[in-house]
């Protein structure tokens, strides 16, 4: 059989018939496809939301004695200062009476801008900001050991958070013996860290 | 467009008689006379007409020639009958070839019947209308063509079988083999006279058969056939006493207006009850091999090609809603899944809800809370005193005396690159491993050796050697590196002052790098 033009009259309703049939066909199958991946994202999202709360119902017990320590810890904090702004005329204080009780050479420092702590890890989009002031210090030492009082003392009284980030002792003199004069010289730079508070319940 | 409702065309000699066959109802539509008035009536009858048409052709002008062919392949097989029914037939146009089997010999010649009108001329002109109308024309049948079908919807099952039917065009008699047409006539025969007609039956059958012996369509003059006479139920009775069996006859009365019924025809013209079984078995039963060529059936092509079309596409979106199906039916399955587990999820949010509220109060949100405290454990880890390094090194100094401290640089950070040994010995101290990317508290150690001449190279090197391997088997240290008092190594320039009251060893230092690793 051969066909010529004027047979396309017979057959062009039948061919578009057929092309919108296979076309519906393929439209009813991606529909449906798209349904069914849609509910099947839509069922691993209800059953890990499902499973989350059932976790962090059977973990209440220990959230519950988790968030118990962390504010504990976190009202030590809080009250001790490291909680808060930093406050300069206190830790300048605390160094001032730690000098004179261990009976300390002449002390002299630099504080830096405070800017947000930039340590690996501690970025800003945690909700908690860790704020850091750098000190350089020059301390005059009779031996090691006033150093090492010193920082301790430091870390334990001030109100800001104590991070030694390096501390140079170099011997300046042999000394003569019995002339009570400092023999080392220590240049230390510490972080004094405080914790911007979060803000209120959430 | 699937469904076409079917028409049924009986052409005679002299008329042509349409009929509209529904499911089980055959009904005259129109009988149409051989002239001008005839045709033009015809001509309007199928004008825009969307039917079906089957032409059955009851006439006496037709021929039927068996030949043998050599068995071919199809393509030569089509030439060579193309080329002998040309031979044979001075107008092609309404002719057809059908094989009746092969021979069984070595060659496997092929048997095969060539048919024709001799006439031809008499169709033009319905065919013709038909044509011009458009007509979807399935297919033209002789009546003769049809008689396997009818002994077959009998119920005869026989291998050599003459059907006698008594008709309006006469009595026609169509010789069977193995289901194959072989050989077909037309009698006059009148039809008033019901003992004239069953006397002409058998009479006319007796003659056949001989005629069949003597063109060798029979074995042998006493070979059996079976006569299937089909006549309408008036002749039953004289038929019945007309057509007795005999040694080469066994005849088959059948009842045309019972077969009618038989084959699933409830109303059909009482008239014309032979030419009914004809027509309803070119519907229901017709042969693969018909007279019309593809110029007569263009139309029905067409309309099979639509029907083909549309069952692609039928096919494809019941496939496609098949497959839908199955789809939202799993989709259903999942979104009951769904509402469960939101519905338990709202369950286990109120519980969490009334259990959380138990919880102590807290100045920020449990999160940051948590965060905070987190955070700042690690910082705690993270963060050293130099005591720790200051101890350990202490505890190394107590067994050298001789060693004295100059400098100690702590600091907090990486591990420096790892470098060899500035002027090791025969028996180097290595640096150890250390992690490159944790933080370490790190001390770097300057010490010098007192008391030793410059010359005494080797003493020198000694010291500083054992401190260093003592901090070295600390196990909570890491030696990281070391510079030697003397580039003693055969890479290095070494210089010396033997013999001088004045070289004491007062630029004999070394430096050691010792570290720990924080956070752990």
Redesign the interface.
């Known amino acids: ?1 051969k066909l010529v033009q004027r ?1 396309l009259k ?2 062009w ?3 578009a ?6 076309a ?6 991606y ?3 798209g ?2 991946q849609e ?2 994202d ?2 691993r999202a ?2 890990a ?2 499973a989350d ?2 976790g ?2 059977a973990r ?1 017990n220990e ?2 004695r ?3 320590a ?2 504990k ?2 009202q030590t ?2 009250a001790r200062g ?2 808060g702004e930093e406050n300069r005329l206190d830790w300048i204080d605390t160094v001032t009476a730690i000098k004179n009780e261990l009976r300390l050479y002449d002390i002299t420092y630099s504080i830096e801008p405070q800017k947000v702590l930039d ?1 690996p ?2 970025g800003g989009d ?3 900001t ?1 704020m850091v002031s750098r000190v350089k210090m020059s301390l005059k030492l009779l031996h ?1 050991g006033d ?2 009082n010193f ?2 003392e430091l ?1 334990r009284r001030g109100k800001s ?1 104590l ?9 300046e003199s042999r000394g003569s013996g019995t002339t009570l004069a400092p023999r080392l010289q220590a240049n230390c730079i510490f972080d004094l ?1 405080t ?1 911007r ?6 | ?1 699937l469904w076409q409702k079917k028409r049924l065309l009986y052409l005679t000699g002299n008329q042509l008689t349409a009929y509209s066959r529904s499911r089980s109802d055959l009904a005259v539509d129109a009988v149409f006379e051989r002239n001008d008035a005839g045709l033009a009536a015809f001509a309007t009858y199928v004008a825009r007409s969307r039917n079906l048409y089957y032409l059955v052709v009851d006439v006496v002008e037709e021929d039927y020639h068996q030949d043998t062919i050599p068995y071919l392949g199809r393509g030569d097989r089509r030439q060579l009958l193309a080329r002998k029914l040309g031979q044979r037939y001075r107008d092609t146009s309404l002719t057809l070839s059908m094989s009746l089997g092969y021979e069984k010999l070595e060659r496997r010649n092929e048997k095969v019947l060539y048919a024709s009108f001799s006439n031809t001329q008499q169709f033009e002109p319905w065919l013709s209308a038909l044509e011009h109308a458009e007509c979807r024309l399935a297919g033209i049948y002789s009546t003769a063509l049809l008689a396997p079908a009818l002994i077959k919807a009998a119920g005869l099952k026989v291998s050599r079988c003459l059907l006698v039917s008594a008709q309006q065009t006469g009595l026609r008699q169509s010789y069977v083999e193995d289901g194959k047409i072989r050989f077909s006539r037309v009698g006059q025969l009148n039809l008033e006279d019901a003992q004239s007609v069953a006397a002409t039956c058998a009479s006319e059958s007796a003659r056949l058969q001989q005629y069949l012996v003597t063109m060798r369509q029979l074995p042998t003059a006493t070979t059996p056939i079976d006569v299937m006479v089909l006549a309408a139920a008036p002749y039953q009775a004289a038929l019945t006493e007309a057509c007795r069996s005999s040694e080469v006859l066994r005849f088959h009365l059948i009842n045309a207006d019972d077969q009618c019924r038989a084959t699933g025809l409830k109303s059909f013209p009482a008239d014309a009850a032979c030419e009914a079984l004809f027509l309803q078995a070119a519907t229901t039963d017709a042969p693969a091999e018909q007279f019309a060529q ?1 110029q007569h059936r ?2 029905y ?3 099979q ?3 083909g ?2 069952a ?3 096919t ?6 098949l ?3 199955v ?2 039916v ?2 259903y399955t ?2 009951g ?2 509402q469960a ?2 519905a ?2 709202r369950v ?2 109120a ?2 809800a009334r ?2 509220a ?16 987190k ?2 454990d ?2 705690q880890q ?6 720790y390094l ?1 101890e350990q090194i202490s505890k190394a100094l107590a067994g050298f005396p001789r060693v004295e ?8 950070g990486k591990p420096p690159a790892q470098a060899p040994v500035k002027g090791a010995a025969a028996r180097p101290v290595a640096a150890a491993a250390a992690a490159p990317n944790a933080d370490y508290a790190l001390a770097v150690v300057s010490a010098r050796v007192v008391g030793a001449r410059r010359t005494d190279l080797r003493s020198i090197t000694d010291m500083a050697e054992q401190f260093i391997a003592t901090l070295k088997k600390n196990p909570k240290l890491t030696v990281m590196g070391a510079h030697m008092p003397f580039a003693i190594t055969a890479e290095d320039t070494l210089s010396g002052d033997i013999g001088s009251s004045r070289a004491i060893a007062e630029d004999a230092s070394f430096k050691v790098t010792v570290g720990r690793r924080l956070g752990r």
């Open positions: 059989m047979d017979w057959l309703l039948p061919i018939a057929c092309i919108a049939l296979i519906a066909g393929a439209a009813c199958a529909f449906a496809d349904y069914l509910s099947k839509l069922a209800a059953a939301q499902r709360v059932q962090k119902l209440a959230e519950e988790e968030i118990e962390s504010l810890q976190y904090l809080a490291v909680i340590y890890g501690f945690s909700g908690v860790f090691e150093l090492l920082i301790d870390a958070y991070s030694v980030r390096s501390c140079d002792v170099r011997r860290i914790i508070s979060p803000g209120k319940r959430t | 467009m593809e263009h139309h092509r067409l309309w090609i639509s029907r079309l549309l692609v596409g039928a494809a979106l019941a496939a496609g809603m497959f839908a199906g789809r939202l799993h989709a999942l979104r899944k769904i587990d939101q338990q999820f286990l949010s519980e969490y259990v959380t138990k919880f102590p109060a807290t100045p920020t949100s449990t999160a940051n809370l948590k965060t905070t405290i955070l700042y690690r910082l993270e963060t050293a005193t130099p005591a200051y401290i100059e400098d100690i640089d702590w600091r907090v």
